[in-house]
């Protein structure tokens, strides 16, 4: 059972802070490292850290941080023959992580701005041999709609950063997966209300046209809408120490179970168990569970 991953590759930049500055301000931080980021690269890690073959579509630099960018791709043992190395930079992420756990992230999309159209046509064989395609919003809208276009298996998206996509290339999510922040962009990408509870904005969705809909709702949870019903998903209660690239742990763990041949509530419930397992531990890839590595329970 296969997955394709069309993203971004990022190396992430992480910068610890006892608070956020504010215009004009300097403050001294800590750490500065670089690991391996990207919502595209991370989706692909998580799922393949559980045991989905996964393939990457996706590019980086020719610069110095390609390298550490696809570090755990690689250990993660995904399929990487689709990746490009492009004469640009590697895309870069910029994170601030506050004491109470709260982050800011800037992103310079360097090579992941050439994953249009042509550059996944270039790799459509991985694309329509997957039988799962899973999508975000890091690469340009022509490449997102392109990938749609060549999905013959399911196609899930996780419109992360809420970008310009054609409609008719959304509307193929099944599910669509956001936040609840999120959800209401894209309701109002769609001419509709985004404000609401998460039960409204996903019914809502449901009726613009999407076959289903998992909104993530952080430490309360998901919801996992269909036209038959309303699931709420707890999340475990633990003690979160960064956030960052948890919702893409999130999106990787649901789509991996999915293609084991759960039920959407129950890779729901199980990818909200591996995203509280990552945000105990610093960095997004970084933090991502193992085979075998215990879960907190719900
Ligand atoms: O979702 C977290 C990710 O967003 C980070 O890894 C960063 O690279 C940005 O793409």
Request: charged share 20%.
């Amino acid at each position: 059972m296969s997955m394709c991953v069309v993203g971004s590759i990022n190396a992430d930049l992480t910068v610890n802070v006892e608070r956020h500055p504010t215009p004009g301000e300097t403050l001294l931080g800590s750490g500065g490292g670089i690991t391996a980021g990207g919502k595209g690269a991370n989706q692909a890690v998580a799922a393949a850290k559980l045991g989905t073959p996964v393939v990457m579509v996706g590019a980086t630099g020719n610069d110095a941080n390609a390298d550490p960018a696809t570090a755990i791709l690689r250990e993660a043992g995904v399929d990487m023959r689709h990746v490009e190395e492009v004469e640009d930079v590697t895309g870069l992420a910029v994170i601030t992580v506050a004491a109470n756990g709260e982050n800011t992230v800037l992103v310079v999309p360097g090579a992941n701005a050439l994953v249009g159209a042509e550059f996944v046509d270039r790799h459509a064989d991985a694309v329509e041999t997957a039988e799962l395609v899973l999508l975000q919003g890091e690469i340009p809208a022509d490449g997102f709609a392109r990938a749609v276009e060549l999905a013959r298996g399911r196609v899930v998206v996780n419109l992360a950063p809420v970008v310009d996509v054609p409609r008719k290339s959304l509307l193929a999510a099944d599910p669509l997966m956001a936040n609840e922040h999120e959800a209401g962009l894209i309701l109002e990408q769609l001419g509709l209300d985004g404000a609401g509870t998460p039960e409204e904005l996903a019914r809502r969705l449901l009726d613009a046209g999407f076959a289903s809909v998992v909104l993530t709702l952080g430490s309360a949870g998901a919801l996992v809408a269909t036209a038959e019903e309303l699931t709420h998903i707890d999340s475990p209660k633990v003690e979160a120490v960064d956030t960052v690239g948890a919702g893409d742990s999130f999106a990787g763990a649901f789509c991996h179970r999915i293609l084991e041949g759960d039920s959407m509530a129950d890779a729901a419930a199980f990818a909200s168990r591996v995203g509280a397992f990552s945000v105990t531990r610093p960095g997004a890839q970084p933090s991502y569970p193992s085979v075998g590595d215990e879960l907190p329970e719900l």
